[in-house]
């Protein structure tokens, strides 16, 4: 019978090949379209659609969720800890934002954080997804949903009573989320970001 800890890392490293399949590239690449070298040059969702179109947008946005969602729900489905769960689906993420299929470059990850949050702390999810929501509606800018949801989820898990290993894992996504936001940042900051039209 296979060890709990050999199950473990199986997984972790399973869950990083699932995370590091581009799927917006592969997608982009269906229609003829290299999304790196188009709009914003990422491989995320809102590149998709504002490239692509809406329907391959969201396709995009389905997709990298479920790289985040599916790894996580293995665990639980397991014998294995839940504190796992927050593991494995850090490594579907950084697959997702170091992709071993791009020579460890990726996308900045907020819709395999997405499935990850959502598989771990549906709950906290709802709360970022609010925040998100609003900021949207006032601004229209996708970028500060992201960066300003991600800042709300390792709240949200702590409010909801996750163990300090769920909290220090959503910590670490939602920083690594911020950083690769950097550019949106410094755009947001000059007044030249662009502005999300639906």
């Excluded at 969201?58 to 665990?75: E, F, N, Q």
Aim: charged letters at 15%; aromatic letters at 10%.
């Amino acid at each position: 019978m296979m060890s709990d800890g050999v199950l473990f890392f199986g997984l972790i490293f399973l869950a990083y090949l699932l995370g590091s399949i581009p799927t917006g590239l592969l997608l982009g690449k269906a229609y003829g379209i290299d999304v790196r070298t188009e709009g914003s040059g990422n491989i995320g969702a809102t590149n998709l659609y504002r490239t692509v179109g809406r329907k391959v947008g969201i396709i995009t946005l389905l997709g990298d969720t479920l790289k985040g969602v599916l790894p996580v729900l293995a665990v639980k489905c397991s014998n294995l800890p839940v504190e796992y769960a927050a593991w494995v689906g850090l490594a579907a993420f950084c697959g997702h934002v170091f992709s071993v299929f791009l020579k460890f470059r990726g996308g900045k990850g907020v819709a395999t954080a997405l499935g990850v949050f959502l598989a771990l702390s549906p709950v906290a999810v709802g709360i970022a997804l609010m925040v998100f929501a609003l900021l949207m509606l006032i601004w229209r800018y996708v970028s500060l949903g992201s960066i300003v949801a991600a800042a709300v989820m390792p709240i949200g898990v702590w409010l909801r009573g996750g163990s300090r290993v769920m909290v220090a894992v959503t910590t670490l996504i939602a920083v690594i989320v911020i950083i690769r936001h950097i550019e949106n940042i410094k755009r947001l900051v000059a007044g030249t970001e662009n502005r999300f039209k639906a």
